[in-house]
């Protein structure tokens, strides 16, 4: 009784105006509603009857009751229950359930309400009464199987299931206007719940497991082995078990020894062994079948791999096993098994299609788990402020569910969830909700082993108003007969509510007013069978189980019209012509329902032509054909278009115009070359033939001095030969071509000359030179007509003449001369062809360059001409010259010398040291471009007194390097240009010094007593030179160092010390140079300054030589790490200016 309430404590059902359902009544206006009252296992229901007695009946059952104002009776619970009215298919169901606190939005604080107070007039039944028995009394007449009303429908862990069977998201069905069949459909659902309980009570009771197999045809197979077959087998051998004994007996008879044997051998398996037990898992291991059968080993061969099958039940020993494996492994993981479930597993041995019996059964538990995902929350019942969901307990895998925990997102719809309940109950109640709010709610359940996960989540809103008035329909698209038509929801209604609409149709003619179309939940319908181009209207009425709204404002549309019948068949109006005609046609007989826009007409050449040309478009019913050949045949029809399409073509109209002569031929042609007395002449057909075959072709022929024709030709052919003409005469000819309608006109004349005839044979000629190159011929003609055999050959010769002009003269490049005096400035070669003689021989050529003496050279082709003046441009041409005199000059070329090379510049040395030598020459920048007319050549003299090049460039300077100190080098230098190499200058002599004794180290500096020595580096003498050194000091604060030594030694005593005061020393080298001119002294760098600071108090030697050193030392580091400092800041400002070039400038 933990999940029921108790018995109902009640002593009638209403007041006197709520009795019993008599009559399956219910009105249309929805005054009248059937209500049933749930009463689950271990409640007690007391009404009264008719009669006046009581009645008591027990759970499970439901009671339908009728209420004639549509009003819940109050019913009379003990404390901590409450009534809960459900809607199911139009009908109200009262539900007794715990009463389960209520739920506040705002504050989050859990209200008991205190329970109903006892109705006046209602008497308690005792609680001890005894249930009376299931069939009490027998049907009442007009009021229906009431015993079968009151049989068990369900249990109560069923009501729920059943009310979320029914609704679809918390949607009410319930509409006032379906409720005149409501009753009916209760009456008809009762039996059919009242037929499926009387089957489960029938049915014998069920094997008491936890819960029921969890194998089924597709569950517990493992993937990847082939089930199929071992389900095949197993069928197969179960069904054997149904056959009688003797059935059995005797095919066991009719089997051969080895089979038996094999039979034997494969029933010998020991059952399978499970390990690894999980909640949803366990791992099956078997031996494959033993050889040793009654304790003796089986004579039969023990086959290497068997096939095994595993046969699991979970019904008990003896319930149905279904195979989950077939294959040939020895151990297997099943998977997807309940939990808390006892099975057993068989295994089954098989070879060579032959079964031995199954092994006797493991049994084995799965563990306990979680509970199973619970389905999402179903809503039971909802106001415009409160929400009553209900759910179902999931499976509890084996351990009692301890509480339920509903979640909800506050109706903010972030997807964020706060809990609402935590509770053992299977209802909750949300209330002081606002109207049409949707929230979503999700649910899980909790056991001893955790808490499983949550459901989907689902969305459910609060009851609203009745529906806000709906936009107008929209029309979507439009036919010839119906119109379809699409509306959307009111604004401000939840995506969720139940909203049904109804579409109102009135048509314009009919005078009835508007009338229902469509009554549904649809927000589209097409209204079909309407009238062709009619118009009509609409208007859509949205409605839910709050009522109506108002009507949408009143839209009007009109249907498409059809598309026009066939015209008639066009016909010819008037005369056929040649060239053209009139056709008129008459409108279809039916236009569609809308008028003719247009009508096209389309043409066809040929009697049988199909490519079908439109020729007109327009609304008038007649066209004139123009621009037609004479004697074709042309097809006409005619389609008419209008609003509601384009109509089928209508029947062809086969029409011929009536043909004409021919036209104009082209003027005839000649046929090859004119004879002397014959023509032949050819000619085509006419471009247009009139509409009928050409049958006959006339040639005639005219002189050019009688302008009178006359026939030469008549026929059909379209060649003839003219004959009998005179030779060199001039005819004109004209053709014209006919068919059945006569002959047509001429056409151009052509003019055509016959050829000469031949004359008779001539004398020979007579032939007089009169020049070179020109001979007078005489001869005698005996006809002016045609050509006559040739006469006797006469021979002449000319004179010889001078030779023909010079050609092809040309310049030759200075690459192709080979001749060593060439010299671009003072010569020009030249060459050029060869011409013809004239019969003398060429002896010589003339050649003109502008002296006022023209060069004659031999019989050559090519010649230099030198001593030219350079720079400067010539015009040359040239003559040939043979015995009879001098050709013609040939053309005239311009050529022009070469400017002579620079000469030399003049050398000078600007810097010099005891290693390299800075020559410099010419005027100009010390950097010039390589592309400068002028280049240098500078070369210096070797060991071996040959000169070799040190620079060839356009710089006007060059720096000798790497040389001998106080040795003297020679140089000269020459310029080049386009022109070629200039001389060479005079040899220049340039000395190098002596170069300066090398920096020393830093002197040392040890203090003896009260004397300061100071000791430095000796150098060798160079090249003979003695070296001497020179040691300077500075005291205290003074500005200039004062030499305190002179001489070859390398140390020096210091004696003049002063107390606490500071010295520096340096020294450095000087070579005394031993020349022939006079003494000279060399002095070298000096050395690094050391400091030295006399002290009061006189420490060890070793402690002052310390003190030198580190001073020294100190002074050397600060060096270094000055310059370290410099580089750094100097890289630092280096990648600042690129940052900000690269930041400012370029992005």
């Known amino acids: 009784m933990a999940e029921h309430p108790p018995l109902l404590d009640t002593t009638q059902i209403l007041s006197s105006d709520i009795s019993l359902l008599s009559a399956p009544i219910v009105s249309a206006d929805g005054t009248q509603q059937v209500i049933l009252v749930q009463v689950n296992p271990g409640e007690a229901f007391t009404i009264r009857r008719e009669d006046g007695q009581f009645q008591c009946i027990t759970g499970p059952a439901q009671v339908p009751m009728m209420s004639p104002n549509g009003s819940v009776p109050p019913i009379y619970v003990p404390p901590g229950y409450a009534p809960q009215v459900i809607e199911d298919n139009g009908v109200r169901r009262v539900v007794v359930v715990p009463q389960a606190p209520e739920f506040h939005p705002g504050g989050h604080t859990v209200i008991h309400r205190s329970p109903h107070p006892p109705l006046p007039g209602f008497i308690p039944v005792p609680t001890m009464m005894p249930p009376p028995p299931r069939h009490m009394y027998s049907p009442v007449a007009g009021a229906g199987d009431m015993a079968t009303q009151y049989m068990p429908q369900y249990p109560s862990s069923q009501v729920y299931g059943d009310v979320d069977a029914h609704s679809t998201h918390g949607r009410s069905n319930f509409r006032d206007e379906r409720s005149s069949k409501t009753y009916e459909r209760l009456q008809k659902k009762l039996k059919d719940r009242q037929g499926t309980q009387k089957d489960k009570v029938s049915s014998p009771p069920s094997s008491p497991q936890k819960c029921p197999s969890p194998i089924n045809e597709h569950n517990g197979l493992i993937k990847g082995q082939n089930a199929s077959g071992g389900n095949t087998g197993s069928v197969k051998n179960k069904s054997g078990k149904g056959k009688g004994g003797a059935q059995i007996d005797t ?31 366990v791992v099956l291991t078997w031996s494959p079948p033993s050889s040793l059968i009654n304790g003796e080993t089986d004579e039969t061969t023990v086959p290497e791999v068997y096939g095994y099958e595993i046969l699991v039940s979970s019904t008990g020993k003896d319930g149905k096993y279904k195979s989950v494996y077939a294959g040939e492994e020895t151990n297997v993981t099943l998977n997807d098994l309940k939990p808390a479930t006892d099975y057993h597993a068989k295994v089954q041995a098989e070879y060579s299609s032959i079964k031995g019996t199954p092994s ?8 306990s788990c979680e509970p199973d995902i619970p389905n999402p929350p179903r809503i039971a019942n909802r106001t415009k402020n409160s929400l009553t969901l209900q759910w179902k307990a999931p499976s509890d895998n084996g351990s009692k569910i301890q509480s339920f925990i509903l979640e909800w997102d506050e109706g903010k719809g972030n997807g964020e969830f706060c809990q609402c309940y935590m509770g053992l109950q299977k209802q909750f109640k949300i209330t002081k909700l606002s109207p049409a709010m949707g929230c979503k709610f999700r649910l899980s359940a909790k056991n001893d082993y955790g808490t499983s996960g949550f459901s989907e989540e689902v969305l459910y809103y609060t009851s609203g108003c009745a529906p806000s008035m709906p936009a107008s329909p929209v029309l979507t698209k439009a036919g010839v007969t119906w119109l379809s038509l699409q509306w959307s929801k009111p604004s401000g209604t939840p995506s969720d509510e139940g909203i049904s609409y109804i579409l109102e149709m009135e048509e314009e003619t009919s005078g009835y007013g508007f009338k229902p179309k469509y009554d549904g939940e649809d927000l589209a319908y097409t209204v079909k069978n309407l009238r062709r181009s009619t118009k009509y209207k609409f208007k859509v009425i949205a409605y839910n189980s709050e009522g109506k709204s108002n009507p949408s404002e009143v839209v009007e549309f009109t249907t498409c019209p059809d598309k026009p019948g066939v015209p008639i068949k066009p016909s010819v109006k008037g005369k056929i ?12 007989k039916d236009s569609g329902g809308a008028a003719i826009n247009k009508y096209v007409v389309e043409m ?8 079908w040309d439109m020729i007109y478009s327009g609304a008038t019913r007649e ?70 075959p ?12 009688k302008d009178e024709p006359r026939e030469v030709y008549q026929g059909s052919e379209v060649e003839c030969t003219v004959s009998n003409l005179l030779p060199g005469k001039t005819y004109s000819f004209r053709l014209h071509a006919a068919n059945k309608m006569g002959f047509g006109p001429f056409s151009e004349k052509c003019d055509i000359t016959t050829a000469p005839g031949p004359p008779d044979q001539c004398k020979p000629p007579q032939v007089m030179c009169r020049s070179a190159t020109c001979a007078q011929v005489n001869w005698e003609a005996l006809s002016i007509v045609g050509a006559g055999p040739f006469s006797e050959v006469v021979a002449c010769v000319t004179p010889p003449s001078v030779p023909a002009v010079v050609t092809c003269l040309q310049e030759i490049s200075d690459d192709e001369i080979e001749n060593p005096n060439y010299s671009p400035s003072t010569c020009l070669a030249i060459s050029w062809e060869k011409p013809c003689d004239h019969g003398s021989e060429i002896l010589a050529y003339s050649i003109d360059f502008g002296e006022k003496q023209p060069l004659t050279v031999g ?6 001409i030198d001593n030219l003046q350079p720079d400067t441009t010539y015009r040359i041409r040239i003559q040939a010259l043979n015995s009879l005199g001098a050709g013609p000059f040939s053309h005239m070329i311009k050529l022009k010398t070469k400017p002579l090379p620079p000469d030399p510049p003049r050398l000078e040395c600007v810097a010099f040291s005891h290693q390299n030598l800075k020559l410099k020459w010419g005027e100009g920048t010390p950097k010039t471009l390589s592309t400068d007319s002028v280049q240098y050549h500078l070369q210096m003299e070797d060991k071996n007194g040959r000169f070799v090049s040190l620079y060839r460039g356009p710089c006007h300077t060059y720096k000798v390097q790497r040389l001998n100190e106080s040795t003297s080098y020679k140089f000269c230098i020459q310029a080049c240009n386009e022109a070629g190499e200039g001389p060479l200058s005079q040899e220049y002599i340039f000395t190098t010094t002596k170069s300066v004794p090398a920096a020393l180290k830093a002197p040392k500096i040890e203090k003896v007593n009260h004397i300061c020595e100071i000791t430095w580096e000796c150098l060798q003498p160079m090249k003979g030179d003695p070296v001497i050194y020179s040691l300077q000091v500075m005291v205290g604060k003074d500005s200039e160092f004062k030499q305190i030594y002179k001489g070859p030694d390398s140390s020096f005593r210091y004696s003049s010390l002063q107390l606490n005061c500071e010295y520096r020393f340096r020294v450095c080298a000087i070579r005394q140079c031993q020349d022939p001119v006079g003494h000279q002294d060399l002095v070298g760098p000096y050395s690094t300054t050391v400091l030295f600071i006399s002290q009061r108090t006189d420490p060890p030697a070793s ?41 400012f400038v370029i992005k």
């Open 251 to 281: 095919e066991i008879e009719e089997k051969d020894e080895e089979t038996k044997a094999f039979e034997a051998l494969l029933s010998n398996i020991v059952k399978p062994v499970a390990s690894d037990i999980q909640a949803r898992t």
């Open 360 to 367: 006797e059964a493991e049994t084995f538990t799965t563990l």
């Open 577 to 588: 012509h040649s060239h053209s005609f009139k056709i008129t046609w008459d409108p279809p």
């Open 604 to 611: 066809a050449e040929g009697s049988n032509g199909n490519k």
């Open 623 to 692: 066209y004139l054909c123009d621009r037609l050949n004479p004697g074709c045949f042309y097809r006409f029809r005619v389609y008419c278009i209008s609003d509601g399409g384009q109509s089928a073509v209508s029947e062809s109209l086969l029409v011929q115009t009536p043909a004409v002569p021919p036209g104009p031929c082209l003027p005839p042609r000649l046929q090859g070359r004119p004879k002397a007395k014959e023509v032949q002449l050819r000619w085509g057909p006419p471009l247009v033939d009139g509409g009928s």
């Open 694 to 705: 050409i049958s006959c072709y006339g040639v005639e022929m005219s002189t050019v001095e």
């Open 859 to 864: 019989k050559i082709t090519s010649y230099i």
């Open 1103 to 1143: 402690t002052n030589r310390d003190t030198v050193e580190s001073t020294r030392t100190q002074g050397a580091l600060s060096d270094e790490l000055c310059a370290a400092v410099i580089l750094v800041l100097f890289a630092f400002f280096s990648i600042l200016i690129a940052f900000i070039i690269q930041y």
